[in-house]
């Protein structure tokens, strides 16, 4: 009878239901299937004791700072610091693409709110000096990533409600990783200046340092204010999120300003989000229950042992299952479903918590951009009208960068552990 189940989920999936409805009406199946539904009448309590996590609160509030801050005019502001820092380099907009991806992501967290964003703004700017354009979106795609490592990040809070693990700390382990992949995109974009001859900005076209730095501050602020009350203990994650929906609103009002329809589209969009995110919760709270059930993640263990892989090539094992899930899940699927499965198995083989984290968010963000089904890749194409195939050629050199950074952060967990050790986190 469970040869059925696969075959009813692919029958769902074929319907073009919803993966939250896929996946809690599979695990029901399952239930039936292995002769345990007579335990699905604890499932309510473990449905509600998956999502009564107090980090996750955070979420729905960062959502709507990015969605306000993404209607407020902040864009502009953030490339034009870009521009005045590093526009003059060769290949100074590609520079500038990275440079914008890092400011941000202090905003919105978002690989895809990101790619969507520059898109629209640098991608016609960078064809216009001569770029081409399957180069223009391929770096904006690349960069994009950059988004969900440095703090604050959404994903890191749902990875931290899912494994009760500290999001001040994880919040700190992103920094460097997302430095460290800033720098190395920033030199392949120099590698690709030199020998395509890509062009500078020529003084005058830079705005000046100064005025664009003080009309940048509103958005610089909100990461600061954010990261810097978590980690020195002023303020909670969600207390820091909720201020931070108080920062993005006076931000918005220094700059464009925000209107009355577009606070109610961020709303709408933030509760839209949010009620994904949580339901998607609540059917893999299914799924997990019943992998207690059936004592999956120990047989995991037990296979891992049998294959003789170790924690190293567990580890690189784990990290194939995430990129490719990336490539084909949205990233909080891919977390419900796997983390509680596989983590549970390398931190029994002596990894870090908060280490583990990076490496499987950096992990899924790759398959973001990653040929053939990336996010990212699908949002730059449709934005920019650039074929799809074109765009994952061009990409996949700074594909194989990104996998190089993140060889040196498994190989070197200090990386990502440095700045949490010193801050006593």
């Known amino acids: 009878m469970i040869w059925l189940v696969p075959l009813a989920a692919l029958g769902l999936l074929a319907s073009g239901l919803a993966l939250a409805y896929i996946i809690g009406a599979s695990a029901v199946l399952v239930f039936v299937a292995t002769d345990n539904a007579r335990y699905l009448a604890i499932l309510p309590q473990k449905v509600f004791s998956q999502i009564s996590v107090f980090a996750l609160l955070a979420m729905p509030l960062f959502i709507l700072a990015g969605e306000i801050m993404n209607r407020a005019g902040v864009t502009r502001a953030l490339i034009d610091l870009s521009m005045a820092l590093v526009g003059r380099l060769r290949g100074g907009l590609g520079h500038v693409n990275i440079m914008t991806s890092v400011f941000f992501a202090g905003i919105s967290g978002s690989a895809v709110a990101d790619a969507a964003a520059l898109s629209n703004t640098l991608v016609p700017a960078m064809r216009e000096r001569g770029y081409s354009a399957t180069y223009a979106g391929a770096i904006t795609a690349a960069s994009s990533i950059i988004g969900p490592i440095v703090p604050p990040s959404i994903i890191l809070i749902f990875y931290g409600a899912l494994m009760q693990t500290s999001v001040a700390a994880l919040f700190m ?38 005025p664009t730095l003080v009309g940048a501050l509103p958005a610089l602020s909100l990461p600061l204010i954010i990261v810097g009350g978590i980690v020195f203990g002023w303020m909670t994650p969600t207390e820091a999120a909720a201020v931070a929906v108080v920062a993005a609103l006076a931000a918005g009002t220094f700059y464009t300003g925000i209107t009355r329809q577009g606070l109610l589209e961020a709303l709408r969009r933030t509760a839209t989000l949010t009620g994904s995110i949580f339901i998607i919760l609540c059917a893999v709270a299914a799924l997990g229950h019943l992998a207690a059930l059936e004592r999956i993640p120990e047989a995991i263990a037990r296979l891992v042992a049998d294959l003789g892989l170790g924690p190293i090539g567990f580890m690189l094992a784990m990290n194939i299952i995430f990129i490719v899930a990336g490539m084909v899940l949205d990233i909080t699927v891919a977390l419900a479903l796997l983390v509680p499965l596989l983590a549970p198995v390398a931190l029994a083989g002596g990894a870090d918590p908060v280490h583990l984290g990076i490496v499987i968010c950096f992990n899924l963000c790759i398959g973001l951009v990653s040929p053939p089904l990336g996010g990212c890749l699908l949002i730059v194409s449709a934005v920019t009208r650039v074929g799809y195939w074109q765009l994952a050629r061009a990409v996949i050199p700074f594909v194989i960068l990104e996998m190089v950074v993140l060889g040196a952060i498994i190989v070197f967990p200090q990386i ?10």
């Open 173 to 210: 382990a992103g920094i460097l990783p997302g430095l460290l992949l800033t720098g190395a995109l920033f030199a392949l974009n120099a590698w690709y200046a030199w020998r395509d001859d890509h062009p500078r900005l020529e003084r005058g076209e830079a705005p000046a340092f100064g």
């Open 416 to 425: 990502s552990l440095v700045l949490p050790r010193a801050m006593g986190l």
